[in-house]
């Protein structure tokens, strides 16, 4: 059977801001995120399953990444671990979607964040082919697995 790429693509909101930026990107701002999720693999060459020719359902692709990302990213805030503790515990307090990590949270970063998640959370008899992030509707970074394997 043929190996197959298969892409879904998905939006959320999200506010970041950017630990000690010089630039505007300093104050807590959102933005609608575009996330385009390709997998590749060989297609189901069972005679008697019904998903013969198929990579994967779309209704499964969807919902593995609607669970792993989209639930806990959409409407949530993302800022760096080490920003100013007395502002991290405000905002923990008062607000239930802070996301803290241990980066910049830069679309570039992000992207490396999401396709390590991905990564983990795909059934065996797919890889993540390529990731497409979308800032804005003309910004966005790409990530390809042949340019980020050990």
Not at 6 to 16: E, S, Y
Not at 56 to 71: G, V
Not at 108 to 117: G, K, R, S, V, W
């Amino acid at each position: 059977m043929p190996t197959v790429r298969l892409t879904r693509v998905f939006h959320f909101d999200m506010a970041h801001v950017l630990l000690n930026y010089p630039g505007k990107c300093k104050n807590i701002h959102g933005h609608t995120y575009r996330l385009e999720v390709t997998v590749k693999g060989v297609l189901c060459n069972e005679e008697a399953s019904p998903k013969k020719g198929m990579l994967i359902d779309f209704s499964d692709f969807k919902n593995l990444i609607q669970e792993e990302i989209i639930t806990r990213w959409d409407h949530a805030l993302m800022i760096h671990k080490d920003s100013d503790p007395i502002l991290l515990n405000v905002l923990k307090k008062n607000y239930e979607k802070i996301i803290t990590v241990p980066f910049q949270p830069t679309t570039e970063n992000m992207i490396c964040e999401l396709a390590a998640i991905i990564k983990t959370v795909l059934p065996p008899d797919l890889q993540l082919f390529s990731l497409k992030f979308c800032e804005t509707e003309k910004s966005f970074a790409e990530w390809y697995t042949f340019e980020n394997e050990d």
